[in-house]
C-alpha cells in the first residue's frame, strides 16, 4: 500500500504524520475535570497501547484539569475544543500537548485567530475538525463524492475555508 506524504508534526515527544509509524490514539469518555477518573482511565488505556489521548474540554475547568492530569499520565494529551475559544487558550496554558477545534464552531476569525497564535507561540499543533454541518449539504455530498473518485479538486473549497482562517 502506498502511503500519502504529508507533514511530521510533534504531538509532546510522539511523531505523527511523514513516514512514521501508525500511532494509536483515543478518547477519554470521563468528565476530564473529573482528574482522579480521567488519569485512571488514561492509563488503563496507556497499558493497552494507546500512545497519544484526548479529552474533551466542555468548559474552562476541563481545560484547567490538564495541567494535573499531565503530572500523572506518560503520553501526550489533545484538548478537544467545544464552542468557547476562550477554553482552549486556557488549555494551551495548562499544557496540552495539542489542540483540535472546529474553527466553525469556535466564532469569529479573530477568535479563531487568538487560538492560533497562541498555538503558534508555544509550538502546539492544531488539528481542523469539521462537522457536516458547517457546509451546505450540497457541498459534503461533493466532496464526499470527489474524494471516493480520488479526485481532490472538491476538496480544495474545504481546504480553502481552512486557510480563510489562517490554518495551514
Known sequence: ????????????????????????????????????STVNQILELEKAGCEIIRVACLDKEDARAIKEIKKKIHIPIVADIHFDYQIALEAIKAGTNKIRINPGNIGSKEKVEAVVNSCKAKKIPIRIGVNRRLFRKGIVRKIWQANSKGNDRKCQKTYKNIRRFRLL
Not at 507533514?7 to 468528565?31: E, H, L, P, Y
Open 1 to 36: 500500500m502506498k502511503r500519502e506524504e504529508t507533514r511530521r508534526i510533534m504531538v509532546g515527544d510522539v511523531a505523527i504524520g511523514g513516514q512514521n509509524k501508525v500511532v494509536i490514539q483515543s478518547m477519554c469518555n470521563t468528565k476530564t475535570k473529573d482528574i482522579t
